[in-house]
């Protein structure tokens, strides 16, 4: 059966651009997003991979681990990472998994059959610190990802995690939360110090609590 929100993710041990990476050990006591590519040397996933590179800082503020995935052998990733340093102006910051026998791939359903026999589709996956699957969304080979929204949808789980709010359409960090239906009207005076607004009794909007 695929792999469903709230389940404890495959562990597994596969050789890296970094080393051998025994992944929950790797994964440590933060968060992590696991994201697979089609086939190296391919256009898109070259500009997913700089675009990933320049956007290190921001996941490590968010205390989380990137690593990436293709099913290619590891010396095709390092002949690879120079053309996207060449072509992106980015080195690889982060390791990206040499899966050839397709063993981390098989485990997460990152091969989609109906798309393709021999690529895996553009799996992401953010892992947290339980290392149980707290978001995955699936892209095809021709739709190069939006890392901005893995990272805005990583603000999301980390303050959700924390506090009896959950966030509306669009959100980002610095915006107004919902707080979560189930905390009643003497809980939400307590928790929510900063005031909040109802406008439907299912409806409630507060400050974000974290800031
Ligand atoms: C790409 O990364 O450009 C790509 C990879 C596989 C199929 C189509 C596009």
Redesign the pocket.
């Known amino acids: 059966m695929a792999l469903q929100l709230g389940d404890v993710v495959p562990d597994f041990t596969q050789d890296s651009t970094e080393g051998p990476i025994q992944f929950h050990k790797w994964i440590g006591s933060g968060w992590c997003v696991l994201f697979s ?3 190296n040397f ?7 991979l700089g675009a990933v590179a320049k956007l290190k800082k921001e996941f490590d503020k968010r205390n989380c681990k990137i690593i990436g995935l293709s099913v290619d052998p590891l010396k095709d990733h390092v002949a690879w990472s120079k053309d996207i340093e060449e072509t992106q102006g980015a080195k690889l910051n982060f390791p990206l998994l040499a899966d050839a026998d397709r063993k981390v791939s098989n485990l997460y359903g990152m091969i989609h059959p109906n798309a ?1 026999d021999t ?1 895996t589709v ?1 799996s992401v996956f953010v892992i947290g610190p339980d290392k149980k699957l707290k978001l995955s969304i699936t892209y ?3 739709t ?1 990802r939006n890392f901005d929204e893995i990272l805005r949808v990583i603000d999301s789980l980390q303050l959700t995690a924390n506090y009896k709010v959950a966030t509306p359409v669009n959100w980002k960090h610095g915006e107004d939360c919902i707080i979560v239906p189930a905390v009643s009207e003497v809980e939400a005076k307590q928790l929510f110090p900063k005031g909040y607004k109802t406008l439907k009794p299912y409806l409630r909007l507060t400050p974000q609590p974290n800031l």
């Open positions: 590519h089609p086939k391919t256009p898109v996933c070259t500009t997913e393709s690529m553009r095809p080979a021709s190069g």
